[in-house]
């Protein structure tokens, strides 16, 4: 393991941590050649840890065709060329520990890259030989794939090789999926673990946790919901099957051991886009450490509704001793400074592509987003945060088609714009050709309006959104980190309204949905996401912490 790891600890350090994560294409160009790359993060670990991060999750950093952003991985133990080497990936390892930040990397273990070697030989080999058996092959019927499965990025989820049979891929036809029910898919992800924790990272964050395991006899599928929504779907044939927790548990076993003998804790969380009541399952105690909280992330602008989720979600911890994840943006969705900014209802993926434009209120955005980050940083558990939004940084919604690499602008048919937008390139100062990303054009073009967003234009300002969200890190760490369960207290001013007031032992959040101002409760202002009004009252669309006793 590399020398400057954190000393022995079973803190379960991750339970409320603030994860903060990188998508290394887009975060920080140290060579500049336009994408992003390891020694660029290194770089930048003085601004994660000004910030206050206690660890980042690191997007898939692997060799790969990149044709799903790098979720689509050729070779699990090693770094892409384009991002830098294992040599670089030590080193920001240990700077990382040095700092006092842990490192939690991302494993894509449903399907891999067709580049990867194990379906370069399935391809070459004959139908029924053991190198297509670690993949899904099948024989269809006539010119008909063997089932109607649709793939997460639209079109048929299943390509015909030139020899007749057909693979399943659930997203791009280039992530082909893997079959696991062959031990020896098993037991190559199991060294994968071990690889990497023999690397020092501290954590996994597993990708498409819900997929996996699949109903082996392919029947059909009936219904006709969203390919998402059917995750929900009770017994539906690939999307959280019961035979999913079994290797998931296989998993545990492997990190639990090696925590164990190298005397710390190894975590993991779930990228599962399940129903709120079937989530439980994926935490129980030999199973995932956390799951990420999809349900408060597409919760809309709304006091009741974001109550329910937060309620949902931590009575579902609650019942299996796991804590809570809280995130309101990723590399998958609208940014929320961008989603805040719609009228409630509107469908923000197809909003990118159909619009009107016109109906995003960049301010109110902007002003809700500060609002819902203090909301985030009060709740107990852990905390994922997007690179970017600690910038305040909108969608870059009107990004020219021609520049479009999300495979979802295609496989739709040029119907859904896709995910680049949230995926821009980082600025860091307010000029140069790439606003300090690089020294190069990136890889997809930033707006203008970036330079007076970056880093280094933010840190100077007491009023900017990078300044609130480092005051609030450091709040957070004083005050709320080990602070008692929460519990809902009606603000007086408007008991049944938009507006949210949370306690936890001393502490209060506010958050005043509406856009007349409230009352602020008696006691210390600790922090506020919009300066009280002259008459000393919390004004519309903002939150503010309290201090009251
Ligand atoms: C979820 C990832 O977050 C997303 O970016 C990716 O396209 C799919 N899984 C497929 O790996």
């Known amino acids: 393991m590399s020398s400057s790891s954190p000393a022995a600890d079973h803190s379960e350090w991750w339970r409320n941590a603030v994860v903060y994560q990188v998508y290394p294409?887009?975060?920080?160009?140290?060579?500049?050649?336009?994408?992003?790359?390891?020694?660029?993060?290194?770089?930048?670990?003085?601004?994660?840890?000004?910030?206050?991060?206690?660890?980042?999750?690191?997007?898939?950093?692997?060799?790969?065709?990149?044709?799903?952003?790098?979720?689509?991985?050729?070779?699990?133990?090693?770094?892409?060329?384009?991002?830098?080497?294992?040599?670089?990936?030590?080193?920001?390892?240990?700077e990382a520990h040095a700092l006092g930040i842990?490192?939690?990397?991302?494993i894509v273990p449903n399907h891999t890259s067709w580049e990867h070697p194990w379906f370069v030989e399935a391809m070459a080999a004959a139908p029924g030989s053991p190198e297509r058996d670690r993949y899904l092959f099948r024989d269809g019927d006539g010119d008909s794939p063997p089932t109607n499965w649709i793939a997460v990025f639209g079109g048929p989820a299943w390509t015909r090789t030139p020899g007749g049979q057909w693979y399943l891929h659930l997203f791009d036809s280039s992530q082909p999926d893997l079959n696991w029910t062959n031990p020896e898919v098993r037991a190559e992800f199991r060294s994968i673990f071990e690889f990497w924790c023999n690397l020092g990272v501290d954590g996994f964050r597993i990708d498409v946790a819900h997929g996996l395991a699949k109903d082996m006899s392919f029947p059909d599928i009936s219904e006709s919901t969203a390919v998402l929504e059917n995750a929900k779907v009770p017994d539906h044939p690939h999307w959280d099957r019961d035979e999913v927790h079994d290797i998931i548990r296989e998993w545990r076993g492997v990190l639990d051991r090696i925590g164990a003998e190298q005397h710390r804790d190894v975590m993991m969380v779930a990228e599962a886009w399940v129903a709120p009541e079937s989530l439980p399952k994926y935490l129980r105690s030999d199973e995932y450490h956390q799951s990420f909280n999809f349900d408060f992330l597409t919760c809309e602008w709304d006091a009741p509704s974001m109550r329910d989720a937060i309620v949902r979600a931590i009575g579902a911890a609650d019942t299996v001793g796991s804590t809570p994840t809280w995130a309101l943006s990723n590399h998958d969705v609208v940014r929320h400074t961008t989603r805040y900014g719609l009228p409630n209802g509107t469908d923000w993926r197809a909003w990118l592509l159909d619009g009107p434009h016109d109906i995003c209120d960049a301010e109110q955005g902007l002003r809700r987003a500060r609002a819902a980050t203090l909301l985030l940083l009060s709740l107990p558990g852990s905390t994922y945060l997007y690179q970017g939004e600690e910038l305040g940084l909108p969608e870059v919604f009107d990004l020219p088609l021609e520049v479009l690499d999300d495979p979802v602008w295609e496989n739709s048919g040029r119907t859904r714009k896709g995910r680049d937008g949230c995926r821009v390139p980082l600025p860091w100062t307010?000029?140069?050709?790439?606003?300090?990303?690089?020294?190069?054009?990136?890889?997809?073009?930033?707006?203008?309006?970036?330079?007076?967003?970056?880093?280094?234009?933010?840190r100077d300002d007491p009023d900017s959104t990078l300044s609130l969200y480092t005051a609030a890190l450091a709040l957070r760490r004083r005050h709320w980190v080990g602070a008692g369960p929460l519990e809902w207290s009606d603000h007086f001013d408007r008991p049944e309204s938009q507006v949210l007031c949370l306690r936890r032992d001393d502490l209060l959040c506010i958050v005043n949905f509406d856009v007349e101002p409230v009352a602020l409760p008696a006691g210390e202002l600790l922090l506020a996401s919009a300066a009280p009004t002259a008459d000393g009252r919390l004004p519309g669309e903002s939150a503010a912490w309290v201090l009251t006793s």
Do not use: E, K
């Open 102 to 106: 842990r490192i939690i990397i991302d």
């Open 430 to 458: 307010p000029d140069g050709v790439a606003f300090g990303f690089g020294d190069a054009p990136p890889w997809l073009p930033q707006p203008a309006i970036f330079g007076a967003l970056s880093a280094t234009v933010q």
């Open 25 to 94: 294409r887009s975060f920080a160009d140290a060579n500049s050649d336009g994408t992003g790359d390891v020694n660029g993060i290194r770089q930048r670990l003085p601004h994660l840890a000004t910030l206050g991060v206690d660890a980042i999750w690191i997007s898939p950093w692997y060799p790969s065709p990149l044709l799903d952003g790098g979720y689509d991985v050729a070779d699990y133990r090693n770094i892409s060329p384009r991002f830098g080497t294992l040599d670089d990936a030590r080193q920001l390892i240990d």
